[in-house]
């Protein structure tokens, strides 16, 4: 694993009008390592992720991926001003995300919603990036629906193809969100499995979820966030076996108490 961290964020904060989201979040991503965010509603984890690939534009603070600043340049007067569209695609190139709502264009088809990335953001030609989805449908189970349309899938086969429309850009750092809670209970396994399948493979995962049970046996770190807040971090067994403060505490307890029951 490298000793530099491949996502870096140090002080980034974010506000909508006098709503402070995020506080000053500092958080390291080291190449190969799974970071779970949790926390309750409104405690500012998905902003954070969105932050980290530049669909939110963070208002303080910086986020560097693989050693270049993302969205920002500092002129000579110190002064911070915007990147160029161009500017900040070309940062996080390495970087894609997986949507809590799966984000598939309906009047596509599964090959073609996974190729289209391909084609529109990285210029490839049209039987190239076919190549490159199909194998990314593969890798998730589901180059068998190829075809088929995104009404015809269950909603485990859609995120299925949503992490396939991940992959195909042969990312080095997925950002995952949510990823299994627009999905009946039974269909969540498919997904996790799909996903714990990255991560021994090696691949750079941050992720959000309320899934306690996921985060506590695929993470290599768990980050506890509330009210725009980094409150406790650690490795999962520290977190949720040795929590050090009674906030953490109290919002595990209902998921400790089901774990414990007979």
């Known amino acids: 694993m490298s000793t530099l961290p ?15 989201v995020l506080k000053g979040i ?18 500012g984890k998905t902003t954070a992720l969105r932050c980290m690939n530049f669909l939110e534009a963070y208002d303080e603070g910086e986020i560097w991926i693989k050693g270049q600043l993302l969205g920002y340049s500092t002129g000579e007067q110190g002064r911070r001003t915007r ?17 809590q709502q ?3 264009w309906p ?8 190729a289209a990335p391909l084609i529109l953001a990285r210029r490839m030609a049209k039987d190239e990036a076919r190549r490159k989805a199909l194998a990314a449908l593969e890798r ?4 068998h629906k190829a075809e088929a349309y ?18 195909a850009v042969e990312p080095e750092l997925m950002l995952l969100d949510e990823p299994t809670s627009a999905l009946d209970p039974e269909l969540v396994e498919e997904v996790q499995g799909v996903i714990r399948s990255l991560a021994q493979d090696g691949m750079t995962m941050v992720m959000v979820t309320h899934e306690m049970g996921f985060a506590a046996k695929i993470s290599n770190r768990v980050v506890f966030m509330e009210g725009g807040l980094v409150v406790e971090s650690g490795p999962p067994g520290e977190l949720f076996g040795h929590s050090r403060t009674p906030r953490l505490q109290q919002f595990l307890k209902p998921w400790l108490e089901r774990s414990l029951a007979p």
């Open 6 to 20: 491949i996502l870096k964020l140090r002080a980034v904060g974010k506000s909508y009008g006098e709503n402070r």
């Open 26 to 43: 500092d958080l390291d991503v080291m190449r190969g390592e799974i970071v779970t965010l949790i926390g309750p509603s409104g405690s």
């Open 83 to 99: 990147d160029s569209e161009a500017a900040i695609a070309e940062v996080r190139r390495p970087v894609a995300m997986v949507f």
């Open 102 to 104: 799966f984000n598939l």
């Open 107 to 114: 009047h596509m088809s599964v090959l073609a919603n996974v």
């Open 140 to 143: 998730v189970g589901m180059a």
């Open 150 to 167: 995104p009404a015809r899938l269950s909603g485990g086969q859609q995120q299925r193809v949503g992490i396939a429309r991940a992959l």
